[in-house]
């Protein structure tokens, strides 16, 4: 499965912004679908996940401010992120379970700055 992600850039704090993540390939029916986010100098981190069937789990950091969604038909995880600080600047990584597969997208770099 390969998978693609986009949306990432500058915003300001307060501001919102929406990362896409595209998977294509040999998607498995039931799978797990999630963004990720890696700081300088910090391990990289579970932000949100989402099932096949729209069960989410949230990293306590972001609950309240991000969501994560999903259109099975075009195959695509979305992040809605609002209330964003600086400390939520990382690239950020979709990530695929499903099939006994695992695949990483690419990364997209959010920068939270005034």
């Known amino acids: 499965v390969q998978l693609q992600a986009s949306g990432g850039g500058l915003v300001q704090p307060g501001g919102s912004l929406r990362l896409s993540c595209a998977a294509s390939?040999?998607?498995?029916?039931?799978?797990?679908m999630g963004w990720y986010r890696q700081a300088p100098e910090k391990q990289r981190e579970m932000v949100a996940t989402i099932t096949s069937s729209d069960i989410t789990t949230y990293a306590l950091s972001v609950k309240g401010r991000f969501t994560i969604s999903r259109d099975n038909a075009k195959n695509t995880v979305y992040l809605q992120m609002s209330s964003l600080t600086p400390d939520d600047t990382a690239v950020y990584y979709c990530k695929y379970d499903g099939g006994r597969m695992t695949s990483w997208g690419q990364g997209t770099l959010v920068t939270v700055s005034s």
């Open positions: 390939g040999n998607i498995f029916r039931l799978n797990i």
